[in-house]
């Protein structure tokens, strides 16, 4: 089932709007501006962005949304192309805080097909910068950098490679707020296991993280274990496991946890617990996101899948 039904219409807080080139900027404060190749004969990402950036509001844009590129449908090549336009007009757009790399919906290409490359310069390119997020986790790559002013760091992906994760813990984020992985199935490349997440569990990484999302795990009772007996969960104000395979071993787990009651939220929605589940995780007394849990299926023979693997 497709997972993705349209593009973002709010990113980083901001209303996105498609770019028109024969129109130009109208706004950009407020505003994220989403570009992508439409199928028909209209200009690339890259092209796009050229003209963007001729526009005289483009100085005060705050946000851009990137969507399907070119030779990503039509040749399948990864996202250096667009990583490099970026670079390349920087200083054009003083004023970016924010970067979704992918708003890309699975009829168009699915998430695993996304193929991205290092992301790194543009956290380089764009001191400024206070949100990224990227979808698609092949190729997927972050070479070290330091980053002073970076809250939100969202890598959405069918399958993130432990090497991955290994290079987002080399990345120097001291001012993080916001850390959500998907971390996906193993068929898709998601060869994670928990002891690849432990940098960020023993809690030296980001000392102003408020917000994990460790979401769309094979793998989500050991990590649910893993938070809860670690020391960051003492600074956390939500832990996001949505979408991932929390059942009766994980739940109970939390529940006898007394530093998961120093959450303010917890988030175990798409999983696979029942209403017993539920129940106890409310007696918590914390804000509990519980909806839209899934079913084992009897030809599934017992098994549980992340939400978001294709």
């Given at each position: 089932m497709s997972y993705y039904y349209q593009h973002a219409s709010v990113f980083a807080s901001r209303t996105v709007e498609e770019f028109d080139p024969q129109q130009g900027l109208t706004t950009a404060v407020g505003t994220a501006i989403a570009l992508r190749y439409q199928y028909d004969g209209s200009h690339d990402v890259p092209e796009s962005?050229?003209?963007?950036?001729?526009?005289?509001?483009?100085?005060?844009?705050?946000?851009?949304?990137?969507?399907?590129?070119?030779?990503?449908?039509?040749?399948?090549?990864?996202?250096?192309?667009?990583?490099?336009?970026?670079?390349?007009?920087?200083?054009?757009?003083?004023?970016?805080?924010?970067?979704?790399?992918?708003?890309?919906?699975?009829?168009?290409?699915?998430?695993?097909?996304?193929?991205?490359?290092?992301?790194?310069?543009?956290?380089?390119?764009?001191?400024?910068?206070?949100?990224?997020r990227v979808r698609g986790g092949s190729g997927l790559e972050f070479s070290p950098v330091e980053h002073d002013n970076l809250k939100y760091l969202i890598i959405e992906t069918g399958g993130l490679s432990e090497d991955a994760i290994a290079e987002i813990c080399e990345l120097q984020l001291p001012n993080l707020e916001h850390l959500e992985l998907w971390l996906g199935s193993d068929n898709y490349g998601g060869d994670s296991t928990v002891e690849d997440l432990q940098p960020i569990l023993e809690g030296n990484l980001y000392p102003k993280l408020k917000y994990l999302g460790l979401r769309n795990a094979q793998y989500t009772d050991e990590i649910a274990e893993a938070v809860g007996r670690s020391r960051i969960i003492h600074q956390l104000k939500t832990l996001d496991l949505s979408m991932g395979t929390l059942g009766a071993t994980g739940?109970?787990?939390?529940?006898?946890?007394?530093?998961?009651?120093?959450?303010?939220?917890?988030?175990?929605?798409?999983?696979?617990?029942?209403?017993?589940?539920?129940?106890?995780?409310?007696?918590?007394?914390?804000?509990?996101?519980?909806?839209?849990?899934?079913?084992?299926?009897?030809?599934?023979?017992?098994?549980?899948?992340?939400?978001?693997?294709?």
């Amino acid at each position: 089932m497709s997972y993705y039904y349209q593009h973002a219409s709010v990113f980083a807080s901001r209303t996105v709007e498609e770019f028109d080139p024969q129109q130009g900027l109208t706004t950009a404060v407020g505003t994220a501006i989403a570009l992508r190749y439409q199928y028909d004969g209209s200009h690339d990402v890259p092209e796009s962005l050229a003209l963007l950036v001729k526009d005289p509001l483009a100085v005060k844009l705050e946000a851009l949304v990137i969507g399907v590129w070119k030779d990503l449908i039509e040749g399948g090549d990864n996202s250096s192309g667009v990583v490099n336009a970026l670079v390349a007009v920087a200083d054009r757009l003083p004023n970016l805080k924010a970067i979704f790399l992918g708003d890309i919906l699975s009829e168009e290409y699915e998430i695993s097909w996304i193929l991205q490359s290092d992301i790194s310069p543009v956290l380089s390119a764009y001191p400024n910068l206070e949100w990224l997020r990227v979808r698609g986790g092949s190729g997927l790559e972050f070479s070290p950098v330091e980053h002073d002013n970076l809250k939100y760091l969202i890598i959405e992906t069918g399958g993130l490679s432990e090497d991955a994760i290994a290079e987002i813990c080399e990345l120097q984020l001291p001012n993080l707020e916001h850390l959500e992985l998907w971390l996906g199935s193993d068929n898709y490349g998601g060869d994670s296991t928990v002891e690849d997440l432990q940098p960020i569990l023993e809690g030296n990484l980001y000392p102003k993280l408020k917000y994990l999302g460790l979401r769309n795990a094979q793998y989500t009772d050991e990590i649910a274990e893993a938070v809860g007996r670690s020391r960051i969960i003492h600074q956390l104000k939500t832990l996001d496991l949505s979408m991932g395979t929390l059942g009766a071993t994980g739940a109970e787990f939390i529940c006898s946890c007394a530093a998961i009651k120093n959450l303010d939220t917890l988030n175990v929605s798409e999983n696979y617990l029942n209403n017993e589940h539920i129940a106890k995780l409310a007696s918590l007394k914390i804000n509990l996101i519980s909806g839209h849990q899934k079913e084992i299926e009897a030809y599934d023979e017992g098994e549980r899948y992340c939400s978001v693997s294709e």
